[in-house]
């Protein structure tokens, strides 16, 4: 494929992040299959090997979720609801005031893969597993990956027997095992992916992008085929980028699958400079390069941790050298209702930044407390100075 000039490039992300099922509608057309898949530790390798598209599923604000809540409600996560409502209700159309509709951004995959990165992952399986059970709901096969994260050696092997569960499930699925060669090309095409996001967050230091256009960027390569997504970042930052002047703002805690928040953030003169979430800079891998089972289960063992299962002293270390790598003025931890694990380590954290720093908990699903976060910033901005 040849790659698109830059201004095309930035184009051709921005779409893959505001319509979420771009790429998957192309793949079925041409009648090749496409997996959804939830959490940052999903083997996508396995998936690409097998012949697939993953895309990672994500919410989308101004969803209806009434019927998700019918089955899925109270004290989870509003991100996993507005992600099974899209479930039960793919590729329909919803209208959004004084513009023409549109389509919804999660494509209708062939089959959906799911871990346990956090617990709203989990109860989204368990809700899954039991609507099919009981015939409620009509929606794709479902495979659960239930990869570990301790330390020490009884771990990795746990983690190499879900592995190669996990590709027998998808040679049952497609009709025949993943062969060498194609496990190779996939380790390939999305060590080529995390190099280019690597150098994504390297340029973004260095001062070239708003947090919201990072942040699209970074969500395009959970949609697109991965050597496209390698080859298009790589083009797009090659052109000419500028970062808009703002209020340096590190954020941290609830991942971000959309850049809703981003942008009303830098609409009231914040600017995103960094983040530990895994949609972000957080998400950032070193290469596989060994093309086997092995060398993926020492990958997802080792180099992938979701931020649910870092050790606060962890995190807290992380977020020092982040404000200190990022230029960052201030620290936000943001945490959606119902997703309260990030409340636990802000204090260590704020202690460690060395910034004015700010908690703003329940939040909405895509939305921000603005008054509240200037007065808690700013505030204490103010105090520090005297």
């Known amino acids: 494929m040849e790659s698109p000039e830059p201004r095309q490039a930035a184009t051709d992300l921005r779409a893959a992040h505001d319509d979420r099922g771009l790429h998957a509608l192309r793949r079925a057309a041409q009648g090749r299959p496409v997996v959804g898949y ?17 895309v990672r599923l994500a919410g989308r604000a101004g969803r209806d979720t009434t019927l998700a809540r019918t089955y899925l409600d ?11 409502a899209a479930i039960l209700t793919p590729q329909e159309h919803d209208a959004v005031p004084d513009q023409t509709p549109a389509p919804d951004q999660t494509p209708a995959p062939d089959l959906i893969v799911i871990t346990h990165d956090c617990d709203a992952s989990l109860q989204l399986f368990y809700t899954l597993r039991e609507l099919r059970r009981i015939g409620a709901q009509t929606f ?15 771990t990795r092997r746990h983690n190499l027997g879900r592995i190669r569960r996990f590709a027998d499930q998808l040679a049952a699925w497609r009709g025949r095992a993943i062969d060498a060669a194609e496990l190779a090309e996939a380790v390939a095409d999305h060590d080529a992916a995390r190099a ?18 990072a942040l699209r960027w970074y969500a395009a390569g959970t949609a697109m085929p991965a050597r496209e997504y390698a080859d298009t970042l790589t083009a797009a930052l090659a052109g000419d980028t500028a970062r808009p002047a703002g209020r340096a703002v590190f954020v941290s805690g609830s991942s971000h ?5 981003y942008d009303a953030l830098e609409g009231d003169g914040w600017l995103v400079v960094g983040e530990d979430h895994d949609w972000g800079d ?5 290469p596989i390069g060994e093309p086997t ?7 997802y063992t080792r180099a992938v941790l979701p931020t649910v299962a870092r050790p606060p002293h962890r995190m807290a270390d992380a977020i020092r050298d982040a404000v200190g790598g990022s230029g960052a003025h201030y620290v936000l931890t943001y945490c959606r209702q119902y997703d309260d694990a990030h409340r636990w380590g802000y204090p260590a954290q704020a202690a460690a930044a060395g910034v004015p720093a700010a908690l703003l908990r329940d939040q909405p699903y895509a939305g921000i407390d603005l008054p509240d976060l200037s007065s808690q910033l700013l505030s204490q901005e103010a105090r520090m100075a005297r």
Request: proline share 10%; with cysteine; charged share 25%.
């Open 38 to 54: 939830i959490g940052c530790d999903t083997p996508v390798e396995l998936i690409a090997a097998a012949g697939a598209l993953p």
């Open 74 to 84: 109270g004290c989870v996560d509003p991100q996993a609801v507005n992600i099974l």
């Open 140 to 154: 794709p096969p479902v495979h659960f990956v239930d990869l570990l994260y301790l330390p020490g050696e009884p």
């Open 196 to 213: 280019a996001r690597t150098e994504l967050r390297r340029r973004r230091r260095a001062g070239a992008l708003s947090g919201s256009e």
């Open 257 to 261: 699958d959309t850049a809703d928040v």
């Open 282 to 286: 957080g998400g950032d891998q070193p």
């Open 293 to 299: 089972l092995e060398a993926l289960t020492d990958h």
